[in-house]
């Protein structure tokens, strides 16, 4: 699975983003897909999950009534809605996929793909 993240850039405080995931070279049906982000100077941390079972959904407390997941099977996309952006989201999105179900903290670790990441930046 190939996958490429886009839709960042600049945006105000308050404002929104919808960033998308697009996979390539296998249906995005059978995994679980997360969005992790990784601002200047931090250690990446996890944002959203969505599993394909049932199609539950986990967020970061800090984007938790802000962020919103969601796939698109027919497409083989899945998507980050943003809003209420704040300056402290500003970092390098990325997506990842695998056959794990999310387990916090570590989950990121037992992914299988990885996509190259795509830059927000909140600022006024």
């Known amino acids: 699975v190939q996958l490429q993240a886009s839709g960042g850039g600049p945006v105000q405080p308050g404002g929104s983003l919808r960033l998308s995931c697009a996979a390539s070279?296998?249906?995005?049906?059978?995994?679980?897909m997360g969005w992790f982000r990784q601002a200047p100077g931090k250690e990446r941390e996890f944002v959203a999950a969505f599993m394909w079972s049932g199609e539950i959904t986990f967020y970061a407390d800090s984007v938790k009534g802000r962020f919103t997941i969601s796939r698109d099977s027919a497409k083989n996309t899945v998507y980050l809605q943003m809003i209420g952006l704040k300056p402290e989201d500003t970092a390098v999105y990325s997506c990842a996929a695998g056959r794990t179900w999310y387990s916090g903290n570590h989950w990121a670790n037992t992914l299988d793909y990885w996509g190259k990441g795509t830059l927000v930046t909140v600022s006024s």
């Open positions: 070279g296998r249906t995005l049906t059978n995994y679980n």
